[in-house]
């Protein structure tokens, strides 16, 4: 069978690892890069030896029809018109997280899929993390018993990576949205996908993106500039109630005055407890002992392995081989808890979903 020919719209600073994923994919061909920024275009098309470079992806739809898949890389405003774009001109699409910034846009990406009967899948990376499988056979396997509480903190000090990141209206809102969304479709993937029931969210605008700071930033947007508007929240915190009974409580900051900079999720359950923090670490009890398993590190979180698992499902997807897991009703459900978790923080009290 032909190799699938693949497209990437918005070739930044992701679009890499997506990049990299196809070439090491034999089912997949690098065929063509759009970008609406046209250095970068040039730069990217360089360095990955493309050719059929395009600054607007309705021309290239147009003027390529033998593409068959899209990866939608861009800022997050743009994944709903790129991935309806694709999907109304029969492609495949892969789009990145988060699935779009607001709940209305996601549904009408999944209208636009099954009117076109092609895949949209929505590109929870962290769920092909080798952390994920191990986790996920420690619970079917029953070691953690019930899992009644969950936390999720992603902290960072001096983390805004400006651009685009920071802007509401290109980006939806700040960490919530950007590193809340991985962690809280995780820690549903593990639990089983409950449904959310309810949210109580606050969030907070309060150091922005520490422009002026002489520190050096760890996380910096490749379209930072000196200019960036920065109106999104800072930090982000809410209690997720689902209807399993379960809570998932979730910390995300891209500032914060703080000593603690972590990132991590804990399941907690009524026989043991679960770190995942790049490694994995079980906390249980042994004849009355109370015991901490740590496991072998190749188990850990492996971001590149992440993504080549990513795009080798969508190829298998694609060829009829396997089913899709990340679907379009995944990404639904978590744009709806994310917007409830924004609008309880604009209004002050618990929103139902
Ligand atoms: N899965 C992950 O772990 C992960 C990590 C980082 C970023 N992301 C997601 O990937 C996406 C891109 O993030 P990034 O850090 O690469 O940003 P980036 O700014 O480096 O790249 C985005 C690119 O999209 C281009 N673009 C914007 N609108 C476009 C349009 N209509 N047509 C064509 N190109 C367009 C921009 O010019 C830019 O080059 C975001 O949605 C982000 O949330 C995911």
């Given at each position: 069978m032909n190799p699938i020919k693949i497209a990437v719209v918005g070739v930044g600073s992701i679009s890499r690892a997506h990049i990299e994923s196809y070439r090491a994919t034999p089912e997949t061909e690098l065929y063509a890069f759009c970008d609406i920024n046209e250095t970068r275009l040039r730069y990217m098309g360089e360095k990955y030896g493309i050719t059929r470079l395009y600054t607007d992806e309705a021309q290239m739809l147009a003027e390529l029809p033998e593409i068959e898949a899209v990866s939608v890389c861009t800022w997050n405003s743009a994944h709903a018109p790129c991935s309806i774009m694709a999907l109304n001109a029969g492609k495949h699409v892969l789009c990145?997280?988060?699935?779009?910034?607001?709940v209305a846009d996601a549904v009408a990406m999944k209208e636009a899929a099954e009117k076109s009967g092609k895949l949209l899948m929505i590109g929870f990376v962290r769920r092909f993390g080798r952390d994920c499988f191990l986790v996920r056979d420690l619970i079917r396997n029953g070691s953690?018993?019930?899992?009644y509480y969950s936390k999720a903190v992603n902290i960072r000090r001096n983390g805004n990576p400006g651009g685009w990141f920071g802007e509401k209206s290109r980006s939806g809102g700040g960490p919530l949205i950007d590193l809340g969304v991985h962690s809280i479709d995780l820690v549903r993937y593990l639990m089983g996908m409950p449904d959310a029931v309810s949210v109580y969210g606050t969030t907070f605008c309060k150091l922005g993106d520490r422009r002026n700071i002489k520190t050096p930033k760890k996380y910096v947007a490749s379209s930072r500039t000196d200019h960036d508007v920065c109106d999104c929240e800072d930090l982000a915190s809410a209690l997720i109630r689902f209807d399993n009974g379960a809570v998932l409580s979730v910390e995300m900051s891209f500032a914060l005055n703080t000593a603690d900079e972590t990132n991590n999720i804990q399941l907690f359950g009524t026989s043991a407890g679960v770190k995942m923090d790049g490694g994995v670490t079980l906390f249980g009890e042994t004849d009355g002992y109370l015991t901490d398993t740590a496991f072998d590190g190749k188990t850990g979180l492996d971001f590149d392995e992440a993504f080549r698992r990513e795009v080798g499902h969508f190829a298998a997807c694609i060829r009829g081989k396997e089913t899709c897991i990340n679907t379009a009703d995944d990404g639904i459900a978590l744009m709806k808890i994310l917007t409830a978790i924004y609008r309880s923080a604009e209004e002050g009290h618990e929103v139902t979903l």
């Open positions: 990145e997280k988060p699935m779009a910034t607001n953690l018993g019930e899992i």
